[in-house]
């Protein structure tokens, strides 16, 4: 007569187990994403701010940088000037009428996807800040920290004059934005 019996197997094992591979499966669709593998959305888009862009129905974020706000101003040469407008500006000058390709590489917190976008070989995140209509995102990643830079010392776009960081006028002005639906 056989006597093998098979051995239990511990439950937390098998949860392990399953968060091992939850883990490697992330890793890899991350991967993937950030190599360009799962196709882009293309197509047309609209500015909906410095740093915002709107196809359809869906908006999206574009990674590592940050414009100012819609209603934010800025100084230069002592007056002020609508800058959060002048940053929507630049960017929809930078899409219109281009067919863009958009990677996604993760959601935000407003259900946003956070993308990079190329008109063709223009990187349009890397542009925004190297025109000075939008800073690093650093908070984020620092992918952008040479672009600002270089419109630094160029006083491009926001570095002709003075202008408060767009994340600390949002802290500032959060109520403003809560009330009239503008965050």
Known sequence: MNSYRRRTRPFYRSVLDGLIFLAALAMIVFAVQRTGM????????IAVDGDSLRQGEQDFRLDGIDAPELHQSCLKGGREYPCGQEAKRALGQLVRGKSLACVTLEGDRYGRGV??????????NAEMVRSGWAIAYTKHNGAYVDEEANARSHQRGLWQGDFERPEKWRDRNRNLLKRDNLE
């Open 38 to 45: 799962i196709a882009p959305q293309t197509g047309d888009f």
């Open 115 to 124: 993308v990079r976008c190329r008109a063709g070989d223009l990187d349009l």
